[in-house]
């Protein structure tokens, strides 16, 4: 399963990965998105947060595994301050 993002910002922290593993069906949680980084969501983006792996007797055990992993991870992302340049914000205030 890609973990999507579920909204852009800077990506402060992730929990539960234990928690996450823990779940029996779960075979490998890999977490690719890089601390501190900005990330955006679909359809901005273009990445995902990283990837959960699951192996099962049915296709159904194996989706359970990977919406129970999936439910125990918390991702904390705080929102991207924008940033206006002074030239920029000089041309759109001309003539006020």
Known sequence: MMLPVPKSG???GVSGQDAARSIPGITELSI???LHDAIAAWPEGSSYLGFLFAR???PEKVEQALREAHGKLWFTITPRL???HPATRRMT????
């Open 10 to 12: 800077i990506l402060e």
């Open 32 to 34: 690719t998105a890089r």
């Open 56 to 58: 099962g007797r049915t």
């Open 82 to 84: 924008t940033v206006e």
């Open 93 to 96: 205030n001309q003539g006020n």
